[in-house]
């Protein structure tokens, strides 16, 4: 059974951090993509981060580049995102996902295993 389970997120002044988690487990974690992507209110799902599990090249949105770095750890089959420099418009829930298609990279239709998602809140 394949999952992915989120955690860490929480509520944060800006400018402060967060560091959000996310265990995979029921699929071979070799030679995938995995992505981190978020949803705010009203707006559709966005490519936030992702990462090959193979090699370690990252890919990531123009909007958190320099405040955010995905991370893994290949001996947990965990991934890891670094939020600094958080703004008021990073709020959203987070989702983890993986794909194998490394044509997907930061686009959500091409993950097929998603996370429950972990919410972020920023205040300002």
């Known amino acids: 059974q394949v999952q992915l389970v989120e955690s860490g997120g929480g509520s944060v002044q800006a400018g402060g951090s967060l560091r959000l988690s996310c265990a995979a487990s029921?699929?071979?974690?070799?030679?995938?993509?995995m992505g981190w992507f978020r949803q705010a209110p009203g707006k559709e799902r966005e490519g936030v981060a992702s990462i090959f599990t193979v090699g370690g090249s990252t890919y990531y949105a123009d909007s958190v580049k320099g405040r955010f770095t995905i991370s893994q750890d290949n001996a947990k089959n965990t991934v890891y995102l670094q939020m600094n420099t958080l703004k008021p418009e990073d709020t959203a829930m987070y989702y983890c996902?993986?794909?194998?298609?490394?044509?997907?990279?930061?686009?959500?239709?091409?993950?097929?295993?998603w996370g429950q998602g972990t919410q972020v809140t920023v205040s300002s």
């Open positions: 029921g699929f071979t974690y070799s030679r995938r993509f």
């Open positions: 996902a993986a794909t194998a298609y490394s044509a997907s990279k930061l686009s959500p239709s091409g993950y097929g295993y």
